[in-house]
């Protein structure tokens, strides 16, 4: 077996299970290659973990074991499946939703892996070269562990041979139409990087239906398929749904449509954002609600965007057509945006524009998208509804 020396003084944080090997913390490594298998030894040689190579983040792989006995094959993967899979029991018994994520990562004992579970359709989600080297012993291990009716696969690294798709089982047509919280979404495994919705955001788009759409109108940006306005429409008065992408329009309607709802009665514009908020200002729209997830990078002919650095001008915008009373939803997913960090950035914004708020409700990622204790960019999801007073 390959091994990596530690630094001095590193192995305490791997000792306490830090999963993620970070290539400052390596003194001497075998010419590792993606999809080695490793150990993790300290300055006098002795074992730490057993990890793999699977370039990722500023990582040089993940840990995958702390027995130095233990075999990486078919049967750990079962094993791993197995529990959690075990731990997603009440995701396969409520009423109203049937997607979920089956196994997430780090926070399930595989950095760099998600399985995904569409009402039956399975994604696989493969983050690293390295992690794709495990593809055959982690395909038995899903068959023998989970239900399906089919397994799709998503290549989310630089320079993948090949893009994904179907896998096994039985192939459906796309898009299938999967249920959340009662509400109905059109998804397609096999078309591009995305599925058509985020998982992740199932407990904020609830909670905003329940506690923030009702007789309100709400303004929802960067808004992709429509997921939170379509959630809302049943309680709003209306929904305005703004995208840069010409193809969310369609994929918008699609989403209105399958929920009863005539598309005809809801607002939605193909527009830049800040191109937006100034169209509204121009023509005295004025919202209960804002929505406002933006992706971490974003780019069009005009300018480029970044959530990092650009957050406090998406607010500072997003007032000036802001009811009184009105609240905003801010979310990001951007793992290195730490809650601390993402709060202040809201709460200075706000105080240097001499707006008085509350923050209301302050979440993250659901139960089925579960955390590393040891790892905090596993809690990468933060949403915040603040009000205006």
């Known amino acids: 077996m390959k091994t990596a020396t530690l630094n001095k003084g590193k192995e305490t944080k791997y000792l306490n299970q830090y999963p993620l090997v970070e290539a400052d913390d390596i003194y001497d490594q075998d010419h590792l290659k993606e999809g080695d298998l490793f150990y993790i030894v300290n300055d006098n040689g002795v074992y730490i973990a057993t990890a793999y190579v699977g370039r990722q983040h500023k990582g040089l792989g993940w840990v995958l074991s702390y027995d130095q006995n233990e075999t990486v094959n078919t049967v750990f993967f079962e094993r791993l499946f197995k529990s959690a899979n075990e731990d997603r029991a009440y995701f396969y018994n409520i009423d ?32 690293s070269k390295g992690i794709y080297k495990f593809r055959y012993q982690i395909l038995e291990a899903i068959k023998n562990i989970f239900e399906f009716t089919s397994i799709f696969e998503k290549m989310r690294f630089k320079d993948a041979e090949i893009t994904g798709g179907f896998v096994h089982g039985e192939a459906p047509e796309f898009p299938i139409v999967i249920e959340e919280n009662f509400t109905f979404y059109n998804v397609h495994l096999d078309d591009g990087p995305m599925t058509g919705i985020f998982l992740d955001q199932k407990e904020v788009r609830k909670k905003l239906k329940e506690h923030y759409a009702s007789n309100r109108n709400l303004l929802n940006v960067f808004s992709y398929t429509g997921a ?162």
Request: aromatic share 12%.
């Open 96 to 127: 109203g939703t049937n997607a979920f994520r089956l196994f997430n990562g780090e926070g399930d004992g595989i950095g760099g892996l998600t399985i995904d579970n569409y009402n039956g359709h399975l994604l696989i989600q493969w983050y």
């Open 228 to 389: 939170f306005s379509v959630v809302s429409a049943e309680v709003a008065k209306d929904t305005t749904s703004v995208d840069l992408a010409n193809r969310s329009r369609s994929l918008t309607e699609e989403n209105f449509g399958l929920n009863g709802i005539d598309p005809k009665s809801q607002y939605i514009y193909v527009m830049d954002t800040f191109d937006f908020y100034n169209y509204a200002k121009r023509h005295d729209l004025f919202y209960d609600t804002i929505v406002i997830d933006p992706p971490s990078f974003a780019r069009n002919k005009k300018k480029t965007f970044s959530v990092l650095k650009d957050y406090d001008k998406l607010i500072i915008g997003a007032l000036d057509i802001l009811g009184p009373n009105g609240t905003m939803l801010l979310c990001t997913n951007n793992s290195t945006f730490t809650l601390k960090a993402f709060k202040k950035v809201v709460k200075e914004t706000l105080e240097n524009e001499g707006v008085p708020y509350e923050l209301q409700d302050v979440m993250g990622l659901p139960k089925d998208f579960k955390t590393h204790a040891h790892y905090k960019p596993s809690k990468y999801l933060k949403a915040i509804f603040v009000k205006i007073l």
